[in-house]
């Protein structure tokens, strides 16, 4: 008898976040805005009793493969490292729903980037919230069991529109907004050509933090005022000093006073300071930063879900 074809399809949203950087581990409300780039997950069963795995990249082309005998162990794979966080990943969500066993065996699933691996745009997040829909369980525990961070990430995966996303009692708690300024035309997201370790720059900022009820109080007024913001010269004001603020928390020179400081416009890090996607307000932007080297220049428009 032919086996009958079972196909299940996923998608997550990748993120960025705008404010309260770091801070929003400690229960800041945070800006953070959902991509409109993000991750598919695939299942397809087959006749096979393992579990067949594939990863591509957005350019098509396989980056991971492996395969995971009943139990989620390794049979085999051309990455081992990748390999052993998905087996932990498939695990955690089987200890949260002890039926993803026998869902997840005899199948084939392939995982599709939007997105350019390096960019730092969620490839971990949106991966957790894919599995975390294919096993019926709550993605929020299934991130904090794999790897702990805020969870805003994973709000964004969910949601439509930008969100103000913070940590009630260690419990998440969002709400999606129309952010759409009038002068949205002016604000682009630019690559700076390395990806940033957050994991590493969290340590740092936990090491260092200072008073946290203080810096949380005031970065909750910077999240109000950027939600709030109706100009353009406000926007950039607020970066400043925005910029300032966890320049003083962590204890690292803002992008813009470092790399960029002949740049007549505002530049504001997003996440983990170092790398990945800074936000660029101003004009003539794609004209100077590729003068300097920098290719991956994204409108607010074509990256931000709303």
């Not at 960025?16 to 945070?30: C, F, Q, R, T």
């Not at 699933?109 to 949106?126: A, C, N, Q």
């Not at 929020?140 to 969910?158: M, N």
Request: hydrophobic fraction near 40%; charge should be negative; include cysteine.
């Amino acid at each position: 008898m032919a086996l009958e074809r079972t196909l299940l399809k996923y998608r997550s949203n990748g993120k960025l976040l705008l404010s309260s950087e770091y801070l929003v581990l400690d229960g800041a409300e945070a800006l953070a805005f959902p991509t409109k780039l993000g991750q598919t997950l695939t299942v397809e069963n087959i006749s096979a009793s393992s579990l067949s795995w594939k990863s591509y990249t957005s350019e098509g082309e396989i980056w991971f493969e492996g395969e995971f005998d009943s139990n989620f162990d390794i049979i085999s794979s051309n990455d081992k490292e990748v390999a052993d966080n998905l087996s932990f990943f498939l695990k955690v969500a089987a200890m949260l729903n002890p039926d993803f066993v026998e869902k997840a065996n005899g199948v084939s699933v392939e995982t599709h980037l939007e997105f350019h691996r390096s960019w730092g745009l969620g490839s971990s997040s949106t991966l957790i919230a894919n599995i975390a829909q294919w096993a019926d369980v709550d993605p929020f525990v299934l991130q904090q069991e794999s790897f702990p961070g805020s969870g805003y990430d994973i709000a964004c995966a969910f949601s439509r529109k930008p969100i103000v996303y913070q940590l009630v009692d260690k419990e998440a708690s969002y709400l999606s907004l129309d952010f759409s300024p009038s002068f949205k035309n002016d604000i682009y997201f630019v690559h700076l050509n390395k990806k940033q370790n957050s994991r590493e720059g969290i340590k740092k900022y936990q090491k260092n933090r200072g008073d946290v009820s203080h810096n949380v109080a005031k970065a909750n007024d910077f999240t109000r005022k950027f939600v709030a913001c109706s100009s353009i010269e406000e926007f950039r004001k607020l970066i400043a000093q925005h910029e300032l603020f966890i320049s003083e928390i962590i204890g690292e020179i803002p992008v813009k006073q470092c790399l960029f400081p002949d740049f007549r416009g505002s530049i504001k890090s997003l996440g983990a300071w170092g790398g990945d996607f800074v936000m660029v307000v101003g004009r003539d932007v794609e004209k100077y930063f590729r003068r300097k080297g920098y290719e991956t220049i994204i409108s607010f428009n074509n990256m931000v879900l709303k």
